[in-house]
C-alpha cells in the first residue's frame, strides 16, 4: 500500500512540475528562492557533513541547541575523522533564515520532488539527516534509503496532523522505517519506538535582550486569535497592572492584532517604533519582530504560551520561558508538547474568563533561577545518535544519467589514443603526477611536494595561458599559466609546454636540482604535473591523485567529469589520497583496479599563511574585520571551508570558474566590500591578479599523514639523492 502511494504521489509530483515551477517563480513567499528550493543551490561546503532540517523558528531553537554539542561531541572523537566535519542547516519558513545561527551554511530546504531531491542529495551529500520534531517527506525519505544516508528525528513531536498518520499502521510504517526517533518524553518515546531525553527547544543560549521596561510584564508568546482578547480583558483586570509584550504565532496576523489593540483605548506601540526602552505610560507592545521573543523572557515576571486555548493547536512549547525561569500560564490544551510540559508547574487557566486569576498568581509567584545552559537533552540527545556520526559519505550522484549510453564511446577514444606507445626521453628521470579527472584533485600541490623532496622541474602544459606552442619558463599567469605562476613565485622551477616530449627535453637541459637541502643529481628530473593521460612519454614512478571525497569524480565524461577509466589506476605505482586523515580508508570504489604493491599515501591541507602584496605573513595578521572571499577554482566549498576552520567571520562569498582570467569590472565589484570587508582568495586566484591589490591570498601546503616515508624512499632511490 505505501509503495503504491508513493509512486502515485511521485507520478503526480512530475506530471505537476510545470505549475510547480511557475508557481515557485510567481509566488512572493517563493520568489528569488527558486533556485534553492529546487536543490541547485550553492553549497560552500564539502561532502560528509551534518544535515539539520529545522522547518520555521521554533524548530530552529532545537537546532541552535544541537549544533555546538554535535561539534562538541563530534571533536572527542577517537579516530578526529569527525572533527572536520560541518554542518548544514535548511529551514523551510522565510522566517527562520535569518535567525539561523550555528551552522556552516543555511539555505532553504528542497521541495519534496524528485528533480529537487536528486538535485540537492548530489551537491551535499551529507552523511546523516537530522529532522527536528516532525518533517516527514515521503521522496526526501526514499531518496536518502536509496543512498544509505541515516536518518533521524529528534525532539520528536507528534502533532494533530502526524496523529492522523497512525490511524494508517502500514503507511505510517513504510514512512518511518529505519528512522531513529529521539522524544522529549516517555508518552511520545512509547508511542513512536524511540528514546526520550527531555526537550531540547529550551536549550539554546537566548541573545542578550534587546528591550526593556520598568515595571512587571506579562510576555504573551505564539498567541492565536482569541487569546489577544482575553489577555488584554485580563490584565486590566490587575492591580497593579502589569505590562502586556504580544507575540502573535503568525506574522501574517501583526496588523489585524494592531488593529484590535488600537480599538480599544490603550496606550500600545509596535515593537518596531520603539527604541531599547518602553515608556512608563505604555500598557501593550505588539512585538511584531521575528527571533527577538526568546531573548525577552528573562526580563518578564511571568508568561503566557498560546494556542493552549485550542484543542486543535494542543498547546506551543514551554520550554523557553521555563528556561529563563519565568512562570508560565497556559490554557486547558497542552497535549501537543506534553514533554515540555511534564517538567512545567505552571499557572493553569480552565477558560478564557479565569485568565486574569492565573496571570495575577504567576506574578505573585517567587522568581525562579533560570536552567542554565547545561543542555542536559541536547548532549543526550547527540549521545543517543552516536551511530549516525559514523555513517560514511554517500557515494557521487551522475549528474547526467541520460548520457550514459555514450560513456563506452569516451572509453573507446581514451583506449586508442593509448596505443600509440610511449617513448623514453633520454637524459633524465620522468615522474608523473596525474589524476582520473582533469580538476580539483590537488595534483599541482602534489607536484610541488614532489620537486621539494627531488629538486626536480614541474612540466605542465599551462592551462589557461595564451596561445603558442612554444616552451615557457617564466611570466606572468596569461604566459604560462596561474598554477605554474603561483608555483614560480615559490620559488619551484616551472616549464610551460603544450608539447609535453619538448617540455620534458627543456627541463633535463635546466640540470639536475643544486638547490639548498640536495645534492646534485646524477640525472635530472622532470615533474610531469597531469601526465597519467600522457601516453606518448615514458615515465619511471606514476603518481596518481585522488581527492578522498570525490573519488569516482561523478562517472566516466559525458555522464559525469572523469576523463579516465577507473581501469587505469592499474598503472599507478602511487595512490595519493588528498584530504584524506590517517584513518580514511581507500575508497571502495578504486580498491578493485589498484596494484597489490601500490604505495598508498594519505594527505590533508593546512593553512600556512598569507600572501600580502607580495609578502608571507603570518594567519594572526589578517586584520579583525568581516570576510568577503572569491574564489575561481574547481572545488571553492574547500577553500570557504578551510576559512571557516580559520574561524574567520565569512561574510560574503563569490564563486568564478575555474582558472578564471579576472577582468576590470570583475574587480571593481569587489570594490564595494574593501572599506567594510577584508577580502581573501586563494594563492592560484591571486597569481592572475596584479601584484599590488589589496586581496589577501591564502597559502596552503600539503601536510602527510601516511605513506610519507615509503614514498621518499622510493624517489630518492630513483632519483639517486641523497638528503643534504
Same mark, same amino acid.
Given at each position: 500500500?505505501?509503495?503504491?502511494?508513493?509512486?502515485?504521489?511521485?507520478?503526480?509530483?512530475?506530471?505537476?512540475?510545470?505549475?510547480?515551477?511557475?508557481?515557485?517563480? @510567481?509566488?512572493?513567499?517563493?520568489?528569488?528562492? !527558486?533556485?534553492?528550493?529546487?536543490?541547485?543551490?550553492?553549497?560552500?561546503?564539502?561532502?560528509?557533513?551534518?544535515?539539520?532540517?529545522?522547518?520555521?523558528?521554533?524548530?530552529?531553537?532545537?537546532?541552535?541547541?544541537?549544533?555546538?554539542?554535535?561539534?562538541?561531541?563530534?571533536?572527542?572523537?577517537?579516530?578526529?575523522?569527525?572533527?572536520?566535519?560541518?554542518?548544514?542547516?535548511?529551514?523551510?519558513?522565510?522566517?527562520?533564515?535569518? &535567525?539561523?545561527?550555528?551552522?556552516?551554511?543555511?539555505?532553504?530546504?528542497?521541495?519534496?520532488?524528485?528533480?529537487?531531491?536528486?538535485?540537492?542529495?548530489?551537491?551535499?551529500?551529507?552523511?546523516?539527516?537530522?529532522?527536528?520534531?516532525?518533517?516527514?517527506?515521503?521522496?526526501?525519505?526514499?531518496?536518502?534509503?536509496?543512498?544509505?544516508?541515516?536518518?533521524?528525528?529528534?525532539?520528536?513531536?507528534?502533532?494533530?496532523?502526524?496523529?492522523?498518520?497512525?490511524?494508517?499502521?502500514?503507511?505510517?510504517?513504510?514512512?518511518?522505517?529505519?528512522?531513529?526517533?529521539?522524544?522529549?518524553? &516517555?508518552?511520545?518515546?512509547?508511542?513512536?519506538?524511540?528514546?526520550?531525553?527531555?526537550?531540547?527547544?529550551?536549550?539554546?543560549?537566548?541573545?542578550?535582550?534587546?528591550?526593556? *521596561?520598568?515595571?512587571?510584564?506579562?510576555?504573551?508568546?505564539?498567541?492565536? !486569535?482569541?487569546?489577544?482578547?482575553?489577555?488584554?480583558?485580563?490584565?486590566?483586570?490587575?492591580?497593579?497592572?502589569?505590562?502586556?509584550?504580544?507575540?502573535?504565532?503568525?506574522?501574517?496576523?501583526?496588523?489585524?492584532?494592531?488593529?484590535?489593540?488600537?480599538?480599544?483605548?490603550?496606550?500600545?506601540?509596535?515593537?518596531?517604533?520603539?527604541?531599547?526602552?518602553?515608556?512608563?505610560?505604555?500598557?501593550?507592545?505588539?512585538?511584531?519582530?521575528?527571533?527577538?521573543?526568546?531573548?525577552?523572557?528573562?526580563?518578564?515576571?511571568?508568561?503566557?504560551?498560546?494556542?493552549?486555548?485550542?484543542?486543535?493547536?494542543?498547546?506551543?512549547?514551554?520550554?523557553?520561558?521555563?528556561?529563563?525561569?519565568?512562570?508560565?500560564?497556559?490554557?486547558?490544551?497542552?497535549?501537543?508538547?506534553?514533554?515540555?510540559?511534564?517538567?512545567?508547574?505552571?499557572?493553569?487557566?480552565?477558560?478564557?474568563?479565569?485568565?486574569?486569576?492565573?496571570?495575577?498568581?504567576?506574578?505573585?509567584?517567587?522568581?525562579?533561577?533560570?536552567?542554565?545552559?547545561?543542555?542536559?537533552?541536547?548532549?543526550?540527545?547527540?549521545?543517543?545518535?552516536?551511530?549516525? *556520526?559514523?555513517?560514511?559519505?554517500? !557515494?557521487?550522484?551522475?549528474?547526467?544519467?541520460?548520457?550514459?549510453?555514450?560513456?563506452?564511446?569516451?572509453?573507446?577514444?581514451?583506449?586508442?589514443?593509448?596505443?600509440?606507445?610511449?617513448?623514453? /626521453?633520454?637524459?633524465?628521470?620522468?615522474?608523473?603526477?596525474?589524476?582520473?579527472?582533469?580538476?580539483?584533485?590537488?595534483?599541482?600541490?602534489?607536484?610541488?611536494?614532489?620537486?621539494?623532496?627531488?629538486?626536480?622541474?614541474?612540466?605542465?602544459?599551462?592551462?589557461?595561458?595564451?596561445?603558442?606552442?612554444?616552451?615557457?619558463?617564466?611570466?606572468?599567469?596569461?604566459?604560462?599559466?596561474?598554477?605554474?605562476?603561483?608555483?614560480?613565485?615559490?620559488?619551484?622551477?616551472?616549464?610551460?609546454?603544450?608539447?609535453?616530449?619538448?617540455?620534458?627535453?627543456?627541463?633535463?637541459?635546466?640540470?639536475?636540482?643544486?638547490?639548498?637541502?640536495?645534492?646534485?643529481?646524477?640525472?635530472?628530473?622532470?615533474?610531469?604535473?597531469?601526465?597519467?593521460?600522457?601516453?606518448?612519454?615514458?615515465?619511471?614512478?606514476?603518481?596518481?591523485?585522488?581527492?578522498?571525497?570525490?573519488?569516482?569524480?561523478?562517472?566516466?565524461?559525458?555522464?559525469?567529469?572523469?576523463?579516465?577509466?577507473?581501469?587505469?589506476?592499474?598503472?599507478?605505482?602511487?595512490?595519493?589520497?588528498?584530504?584524506?586523515?590517517?584513518?580514511?580508508?581507500?575508497?571502495?570504489?578504486?580498491?578493485?583496479?589498484?596494484?597489490?604493491?601500490?604505495?598508498?599515501?594519505? @594527505?590533508?591541507?593546512?593553512?600556512?599563511?598569507?600572501?600580502?602584496?607580495?609578502?608571507?605573513?603570518?594567519?594572526?595578521?589578517?586584520?579583525?574585520?568581516? /570576510?568577503?572571499?572569491?574564489?575561481?577554482?574547481?572545488?571553492?566549498?574547500?577553500?570557504?571551508?578551510?576559512?571557516?576552520?580559520?574561524?574567520?567571520?565569512?561574510?560574503?562569498?563569490?564563486?568564478?570558474?575555474?582558472?578564471?582570467?579576472?577582468?576590470?569590472?570583475?574587480?571593481?565589484?569587489?570594490?564595494?566590500?574593501?572599506?567594510?570587508?577584508?577580502?581573501?582568495?586563494?594563492?592560484?586566484?591571486?597569481?592572475?591578479?596584479?601584484?599590488?591589490?589589496?586581496?589577501?591570498?591564502?597559502?596552503?601546503?600539503?601536510?602527510?599523514?601516511?605513506?610519507?616515508?615509503?614514498?621518499?624512499?622510493?624517489?630518492?632511490?630513483?632519483?639517486?639523492?641523497?638528503? !643534504?
Amino acid at each position: 500500500m505505501f509503495r503504491l502511494l508513493v509512486a502515485l504521489y511521485r507520478t503526480l509530483l512530475w506530471l505537476g512540475t510545470p505549475i510547480l515551477a511557475v508557481v515557485a517563480i @510567481a509566488h512572493p513567499r517563493l520568489r528569488g528562492t !527558486a533556485r534553492e528550493r529546487w536543490g541547485f543551490a550553492r553549497l560552500e561546503l564539502e561532502p560528509g557533513g551534518v544535515w539539520i532540517h529545522a522547518a520555521s523558528l521554533g524548530e530552529g531553537r532545537v537546532a541552535a541547541a544541537l549544533i555546538p554539542r554535535i561539534r562538541e561531541h563530534i571533536a572527542g572523537t577517537a579516530d578526529g575523522l569527525a572533527a572536520h566535519v560541518e554542518v548544514l542547516r535548511t529551514c523551510t519558513s522565510a522566517t527562520a533564515r535569518p &535567525q539561523a545561527v550555528g551552522a556552516d551554511q543555511t539555505l532553504y530546504a528542497p521541495f519534496d520532488h524528485p528533480l529537487a531531491v536528486r538535485a540537492f542529495l548530489d551537491r551535499a551529500r551529507p552523511r546523516c539527516l537530522i529532522l527536528v520534531e516532525a518533517e516527514l517527506w515521503p521522496i526526501l525519505l526514499e531518496a536518502c534509503r536509496a543512498r544509505d544516508i541515516p536518518v533521524a528525528v529528534v525532539n520528536a513531536r507528534l502533532g494533530p496532523k502526524q496523529r492522523r498518520w497512525l490511524r494508517f499502521p502500514a503507511i505510517w510504517a513504510g514512512l518511518t522505517r529505519e528512522i531513529c526517533w529521539v522524544a522529549p518524553d &516517555q508518552a511520545t518515546a512509547r508511542l513512536i519506538g524511540g528514546v526520550a531525553v527531555g526537550d531540547v527547544k529550551g536549550e539554546a543560549e537566548a541573545s542578550a535582550p534587546s528591550l526593556t *521596561w520598568s515595571r512587571p510584564a506579562v510576555l504573551a508568546g505564539s498567541t492565536h !486569535a482569541g487569546e489577544e482578547a482575553a489577555l488584554i480583558e485580563a490584565v486590566l483586570e490587575l492591580d497593579p497592572r502589569p505590562l502586556l509584550v504580544l507575540a502573535p504565532r503568525d506574522p501574517r496576523r501583526f496588523d489585524a492584532v494592531w488593529s484590535l489593540l488600537t480599538a480599544g483605548g490603550l496606550v500600545v506601540r509596535r515593537r518596531t517604533r520603539i527604541g531599547t526602552v518602553v515608556e512608563p505610560e505604555v500598557d501593550v507592545v505588539l512585538l511584531d519582530t521575528i527571533g527577538e521573543l526568546s531573548s525577552l523572557y528573562r526580563s518578564a515576571s511571568a508568561a503566557f504560551v498560546g494556542g493552549t486555548f485550542s484543542p486543535e493547536v494542543g498547546g506551543h512549547s514551554p520550554a523557553e520561558p521555563a528556561a529563563a525561569g519565568c512562570p508560565v500560564v497556559h490554557g486547558p490544551h497542552i497535549h501537543a508538547n506534553p514533554g515540555a510540559w511534564a517538567t512545567v508547574a505552571g499557572f493553569p487557566a480552565r477558560n478564557l474568563e479565569a485568565l486574569g486569576s492565573a496571570l495575577e498568581a504567576a506574578l505573585a509567584s517567587p522568581t525562579r533561577s533560570a536552567t542554565g545552559s547545561s543542555a542536559p537533552a541536547a548532549r543526550a540527545t547527540v549521545r543517543a545518535l552516536g551511530e549516525l *556520526w559514523e555513517a560514511e559519505t554517500p !557515494a557521487e550522484g551522475v549528474p547526467r544519467p541520460w548520457l550514459s549510453p555514450l560513456t563506452p564511446l569516451w572509453a573507446l577514444g581514451v583506449w586508442t589514443r593509448s596505443l600509440g606507445g610511449a617513448t623514453r /626521453v633520454p637524459g633524465g628521470v620522468v615522474i608523473s603526477v596525474g589524476a582520473l579527472s582533469a580538476g580539483g584533485t590537488g595534483k599541482t600541490p602534489v607536484a610541488a611536494w614532489v620537486v621539494g623532496v627531488t629538486g626536480g622541474t614541474i612540466v605542465s602544459r599551462g592551462y589557461g595561458r595564451d596561445k603558442g606552442d612554444d616552451v615557457r619558463s617564466g611570466g606572468e599567469a596569461n604566459r604560462i599559466g596561474d598554477e605554474l605562476t603561483m608555483l614560480a613565485r615559490r620559488g619551484v622551477p616551472v616549464i610551460s609546454s603544450p608539447d609535453r616530449v619538448a617540455g620534458v627535453r627543456a627541463a633535463f637541459q635546466a640540470g639536475g636540482p643544486d638547490r639548498a637541502g640536495h645534492s646534485p643529481a646524477r640525472t635530472p628530473i622532470a615533474v610531469l604535473d597531469d601526465g597519467l593521460q600522457v601516453a606518448g612519454i615514458a615515465r619511471d614512478l606514476d603518481i596518481v591523485a585522488v581527492d578522498a571525497r570525490y573519488p569516482g569524480s561523478d562517472g566516466l565524461i559525458p555522464a559525469g567529469t572523469r576523463r579516465l577509466p577507473l581501469s587505469w589506476l592499474g598503472r599507478a605505482d602511487v595512490l595519493w589520497l588528498n584530504h584524506a586523515t590517517a584513518e580514511t580508508p581507500v575508497p571502495r570504489l578504486l580498491r578493485p583496479h589498484l596494484r597489490d604493491d601500490a604505495i598508498i599515501v594519505r @594527505a590533508s591541507y593546512r593553512s600556512a599563511g598569507w600572501l600580502f602584496r607580495g609578502s608571507l605573513l603570518p594567519l594572526n595578521a589578517l586584520p579583525r574585520r568581516p /570576510v568577503a572571499a572569491f574564489a575561481g577554482i574547481a572545488r571553492p566549498e574547500g577553500f570557504f571551508r578551510q576559512l571557516r576552520r580559520l574561524g574567520l567571520p565569512l561574510d560574503r562569498t563569490w564563486v568564478f570558474p575555474d582558472h578564471h582570467r579576472y577582468a576590470y569590472v570583475d574587480l571593481q565589484s569587489l570594490e564595494a566590500w574593501r572599506d567594510t570587508h577584508v577580502i581573501v582568495t586563494t594563492e592560484k586566484d591571486a597569481a592572475r591578479l596584479p601584484p599590488d591589490e589589496s586581496i589577501w591570498a591564502l597559502r596552503i601546503e600539503i601536510e602527510v599523514h601516511t605513506g610519507e616515508g615509503e614514498l621518499r624512499a622510493r624517489l630518492l632511490g630513483l632519483t639517486s639523492l641523497e638528503p !643534504a
